[in-house]
């Protein structure tokens, strides 16, 4: 059987920015589930991006990679307000969906600057604590090219996994990203446009011997 992951992430374009590569790379390996925990009209410096466009982008992309998108109960109409949501009850929330997959590995976005990151960060640690009914093979954090930009240093400033990316990957990862999020293409010069993106690829590939990589910190793993 394959390995069961759930992905976590605040935000609908979270992952695919960190992780779209090695989806498109596995896409037969793995056994793929989603969880998104918050979607909201939302005004953005490059535009506004609505509830419904975000939710349905969600769908197209989980469609894409041919996995399941867990969505009873979530998304919250909270994005980048999860500081008023409590936290008990996002933390019971994740906690439901791991007990309902039950995954061999989850993978969640990492501490930032953005308090949505943050907080569901650590509501993930806190629902995977070592008394939790059930606790996943491994767990990755998920990186994204904004975190040079934080308030303080962590241990995930330095990855120890990487996932090795051909030129045609990097370039199917573009080209979905501009086809599955309409609502959040950048111009060139921003850290999350096409060419910011593939410049971040290029440079975990530096990193990892290769030409181009995705870069993950693995927070624990049972073996």
Known sequence: ?????????????????????????NKDNYDFNFCLVAASDLKMHHGIATKEQRLTEYQNF???????WERDELPLDYESRLDTVSRAKLVRLIEQKILNIKPD?????????HHDHTIVYEAVIAATRPTFNYVPKCIWIMENPTYVHKPYQ????????????????????????????????????????????????????????????????QYYQRI
């Open 105 to 113: 590995i989850i993978m969640m976005v990492g501490p930032s600057f």
């Open 62 to 68: 989980v469609d894409f990679i041919g996995g399941n």
């Open 154 to 217: 962590t241990q995930f400033d330095n990855p120890n996994v990487y996932v090795e990316l051909s030129e045609d990957i990097v370039n199917e990862k573009e080209k979905a990203f501009n086809n599955l999020f309409v609502s959040q293409i950048r111009p060139d010069g921003n850290y999350l446009s096409n060419q910011g993106m593939r410049n971040w690829a290029r440079y975990r590939g530096i990193e990892a011997r290769c030409e181009y990589a995705e870069a993950f910190y």
């Open 1 to 25: 059987m394959k390995q069961k992951i759930l992905v976590i992430e605040p935000h609908s374009d979270d992952s695919f920015i960190a992780a779209g590569g090695f989806f498109i790379k």
